[in-house]
């Protein structure tokens, strides 16, 4: 197994067909490269304010980590963000040299687009996509939150409003019905989509949903793991490789080399 504390990162600021892309790579050679998207409620991050979470990701797995800087809302309401992810997945694929493989991950509202560009991809057949990595996603629009959401948000963050606004932000929907791929879990079918590993926050109220969309994964024949972390809340991936930490990139990366390096 990888030890997620030694390597040396290197990490270069690039463009993909014209989608802003971090690159970052390890002293261990790997066969899988993780295109990642990250959180911020569809609206707000940068390459800057991840670059915690890919170093640790690319230590912990040794794949190449490409972190996107996708457009945000609500410059760039859906499907922008979703446009650039799978751009970026498209033109890796089409580069990619034989024996290596793709994963797509992201953490928050990044891990909902991940899914769903996961999802987009497997339609179009564009790219074969070898694995999801769903850190604490936020998943299910707001019409569907669990009551056990609001029980944890009394005290931990985010709050129903924030995830509302989220949604409502990025998605700008008039009428009747939510766009195809902008909320993975109502998606007709999910069969066929890469396995999944879904990190779980104990204190996340988001962690419910999900919960749920790694069961819907399951019943549609999907390899889908799930790993919850006793006391830790949303966003604990953000933090140095350290305790809890440490151990959950562990875990991630044995999920990846279990894979095949």
């Given at each position: 197994m990888i030890d997620t504390m030694s390597q040396t990162i290197r990490s270069e600021d690039e463009?993909?067909?014209g989608v802003p892309v971090r690159q970052y790579s390890a002293d261990e050679p790997s066969t899988w490269t993780m295109v990642f998207v990250h959180g911020g409620g569809f609206s707000w991050g940068t390459l800057d304010d991840y670059d915690q979470i890919a170093r640790n990701l690319c230590n912990a797995t040794g794949a190449?980590?490409?972190?996107?800087?996708?457009?945000l809302a609500p410059e760039h309401p859906f499907p922008a963000g979703l446009d650039d992810i799978c751009a970026v997945v498209?033109?890796?694929a089409a580069q990619m040299p034989a024996g290596r493989k793709i994963a797509l991950g992201g953490d928050s509202a990044g891990a909902c687009l991940a899914a769903g560009a996961a999802q987009r991809l497997r339609d179009e057949g564009s790219a074969e996509i070898d694995g999801q990595l769903l850190i604490y996603p936020m998943i299910e629009f707001h019409d569907r939150t669990p009551a056990a959401f609001h029980t944890l948000s009394d005290r931990f963050h985010p709050s129903f409003d924030a995830v509302r606004s989220a949604w409502d932000t990025y998605l700008q929907v008039r009428g009747d019905g939510l766009p195809a791929y902008a909320v993975p879990t109502r998606t007709p079918s999910l069969i066929g989509l890469p396995p999944a590993l879904t990190i779980l926050a104990e204190n996340d109220p988001l962690c419910f949903e999900a919960m749920a969309y790694a069961e819907?994964?399951?019943?549609?024949?999907?390899?889908?793991?799930v790993i919850s972390y006793e006391g830790t809340a949303h966003g604990f991936l953000n933090e140095p490789p350290r305790g809890i930490v440490a151990k959950a990139l562990a875990d991630i990366g044995a999920w990846f080399e279990a894979r095949g390096r």
């Amino acid at each position: 197994m990888i030890d997620t504390m030694s390597q040396t990162i290197r990490s270069e600021d690039e463009s993909i067909g014209g989608v802003p892309v971090r690159q970052y790579s390890a002293d261990e050679p790997s066969t899988w490269t993780m295109v990642f998207v990250h959180g911020g409620g569809f609206s707000w991050g940068t390459l800057d304010d991840y670059d915690q979470i890919a170093r640790n990701l690319c230590n912990a797995t040794g794949a190449d980590i490409l972190s996107v800087g996708y457009r945000l809302a609500p410059e760039h309401p859906f499907p922008a963000g979703l446009d650039d992810i799978c751009a970026v997945v498209r033109d890796v694929a089409a580069q990619m040299p034989a024996g290596r493989k793709i994963a797509l991950g992201g953490d928050s509202a990044g891990a909902c687009l991940a899914a769903g560009a996961a999802q987009r991809l497997r339609d179009e057949g564009s790219a074969e996509i070898d694995g999801q990595l769903l850190i604490y996603p936020m998943i299910e629009f707001h019409d569907r939150t669990p009551a056990a959401f609001h029980t944890l948000s009394d005290r931990f963050h985010p709050s129903f409003d924030a995830v509302r606004s989220a949604w409502d932000t990025y998605l700008q929907v008039r009428g009747d019905g939510l766009p195809a791929y902008a909320v993975p879990t109502r998606t007709p079918s999910l069969i066929g989509l890469p396995p999944a590993l879904t990190i779980l926050a104990e204190n996340d109220p988001l962690c419910f949903e999900a919960m749920a969309y790694a069961e819907q994964l399951l019943s549609a024949g999907v390899p889908s793991k799930v790993i919850s972390y006793e006391g830790t809340a949303h966003g604990f991936l953000n933090e140095p490789p350290r305790g809890i930490v440490a151990k959950a990139l562990a875990d991630i990366g044995a999920w990846f080399e279990a894979r095949g390096r």
